[in-house]
């Protein structure tokens, strides 16, 4: 990264350093990224980033072009701008819905600008790819992406622009699919211990992508989004969407059960209306939620009333996409209004039956009574709705939560940032896109996929978001905008010509370093350079040099430690390399 190391002096930069931020921003990362200056804000979930920022992000953009280089992986450029059909032959158009950014042209044809490169590298391939003997090969660009996020939020954590590594590999086989897919996932393990982040890799669900593997990196952070679940042991970790669960054993059904009451609650829709009308609790209730599927099917989903749909897990169980179906469509096949579908008899109005293992597990409950305004009592599963059947499936439909277990071990449960993700993709977007070699008997062969994202902007905002304190960022050296700072203590004496010399030796030593220069008290030079997270600084005072001395401080550093002038550089450097590699 030797381009990267060129040094500056703070009174040729911009570091626009604030006291103040606005009230939107609602955790450390983003504070921090504005009050230090690396970034300001356009629009909603848009950013510019200041000259601090972008040199952060030119170091991570580095380190990962290092490695996908290393991996065998070749860079491209790929249009932002792509036109809606491809898209379209996909499908993906439809699931991207609104968050895909779209505009019609002056020629009247629909644009879409990119959320991710699936299509247009797939259509690259396609034209260019002809024999076996090409494969495999791998693709990847650094780019920027679009999602009309409706709600963007935490800064660049969650933005309607980003920066995206995404590399996309084309296989003849499934074996080399799971070679380049291993060689991936070890280079992303290479990436973030590079960029000095704390991750987990974690089994997750493919979503909109598509495939049959995902894994995902995550940064373990109280602030993140994303919910990572766990054992103790370390022998099984998935993010929420993946995480499965042990089923519950089922209830036997108790002899002496009344038969099934129905009772009136008149406006009670919700659960908690429910158990606060019947006196009784979540976890002696089910729920039941009517889905419509893609493929024009309607779904009835019965969940215990503590538990949530996990949308992943029904996608998988479903085989096609769904969504919570239209009042019109719940009130035609429970003959009530929203919220009073129950079990009772609804397999013969739907076209399938999910049951989460959770609601088999119960003896005896209350659910919607499929008449507006009225409730039913004493409902036994098993026995006044069926628990097998053509058109019914027991299975594992919702959010591990917390006293949950897998493989006999109770969940844990942390939150967390994700930073990329892998895919198998399979041939999703080579079939849709005739995407195809000729293998060595001179037959076709659909190319098989892998994609591999990481999210430049959310590596630096995770630093950041899991290294600060009271006074501001504490950044990695490998991915801090500056290594080392030189900090004078005035313009007297022997002061500014020794810590020019010491930065200049630092810079020929090939250490990054920021030379304070400014005109400006010390308390104001500290505090800035602790604020933007610098992290090793060498300050020259008039004091410390009578005695043929310097300071030196790391940024986690309670106090500064005395260095001798003659070897204050050699022992810079020897601290600077420790740092690199704790």
């Known amino acids: 990264m030797d381009g990267y190391k060129t040094g500056m002096r703070y009174s040729k930069t911009l570091i626009p350093t604030v006291k103040e931020v606005p009230a939107e921003a609602e955790i450390p990362s983003h ?221 036997t059904p108790p002899a002496d059960a009344p038969a099934p009451e129905p009772v009136h609650t008149p406006g009670v829709g919700s659960i908690e209306a429910v158990c606060a009308f019947l006196k009784t609790s979540p976890t002696e209730m089910i729920k039941t939620l009517i889905y419509s599927t893609t493929d024009g099917k309607v779904v009835a989903c019965l969940l215990r009333g503590d538990h949530e749909l996990n949308p992943e897990k029904l996608v998988q169980a479903l085989g096609s996409g769904a969504e919570l179906a239209a009042a019109d469509v719940i009130e035609r096949v429970s003959g009530a209004s929203v919220g009073f579908a129950g079990p009772l008899g609804l397999s013969e109005r739907v076209d399938r039956v999910l049951i989460d293992h959770a609601v088999a597990a119960l003896p005896i409950a209350v659910t919607g009574a499929n008449r507006t305004d009225y409730h039913t009592r004493n409902v036994v599963p098993g026995r006044d709705f069926a628990l097998e059947g053509p058109s019914v499936t027991v299975t594992d439909i919702r959010n591990a939560v917390e006293g949950d277990t897998y493989g006999g071990q109770t969940l844990l449960f942390k939150r967390g940032i994700e930073v990329g993700q892998v895919f198998k993709l399979g041939t999703k977007y080579s079939k849709a896109l005739d995407a195809a070699v000729l293998d060595e008997q001179g037959q076709p062969v659909t190319l098989l996929m892998g994609c591999y994202g990481i999210g430049i902007n959310r590596i630096l905002a995770s630093a950041i978001e899991v290294g600060n304190d009271k006074d501001g960022c504490v950044l990695p050296p490998a991915i801090a905008p500056y290594e080392i700072e030189v900090i004078p203590l005035g313009d007297t004496g022997d002061v500014p010509a020794t810590a020019e010399r010491i930065y200049e030796a630092l810079r020929a030593r090939g250490a990054d370093v920021l030379l304070d220069d400014r005109d400006a008290r010390p308390g104001v030079k500290f505090k800035d350079a602790d604020l933007i997270g610098i992290p090793l600084r060498v300050v020259v005072g008039e004091k410390s040099l009578k005695d043929g001395k310097v300071e030196v401080k790391r940024r986690t550093d309670a106090q500064p430690t005395l260095l001798p002038l003659d070897e204050a550089v050699e022992q810079v450097m020897a601290i600077l390399a420790e740092m690199k590699t704790a």
């Open 31 to 251: 504070r921090l990224m504005i009050r230090a200056g690396y970034i300001r804000k356009l629009a909603s979930g848009t950013y510019t980033y200041l000259p601090l920022g972008w040199r952060s992000l030119r170091k991570i953009m580095q380190i990962v072009r290092e490695e996908m280089d290393a991996a065998g992986a070749l860079e491209i450029s790929m249009p932002i701008l792509q036109p809606i059909e491809l898209w379209q032959r996909t499908g993906r158009e439809a699931a991207y819905g609104p968050t895909m950014c779209k505009f019609e042209d002056r020629h009247g044809r629909i644009n879409a600008l990119a959320p991710t490169a699936e299509e247009v590298v797939t259509a690259v391939a396609a034209q260019e790819l002809k024999s076996y003997k090409q494969l495999p090969v791998n693709l990847y660009q650094i780019n920027t992406k679009f999602r009309d996020e409706f709600r963007p939020r935490f800064g660049v954590l969650r933005s309607r622009e980003f920066l995206m590594k995404d590399a996309y590999s084309f296989h003849a086989d499934p074996q080399s699919l799971e070679t380049e897919y291993r060689r991936m996932y070890d280079a992303y393990c290479r990436i973030f211990k590079r960029c000095g982040i704390p991750y987990v890799a974690v089994e997750a669900e493919t979503g909109e992508m598509g495939g049959s593997g995902s894994h995902q990196f995550t940064v373990p952070c109280e602030t993140g989004e994303d919910v990572i679940v766990y054992t103790a042991d370390g022998s099984y970790a998935a993010n929420i969407e993946k995480a499965a669960v042990d089923p519950l054993p089922r209830a």
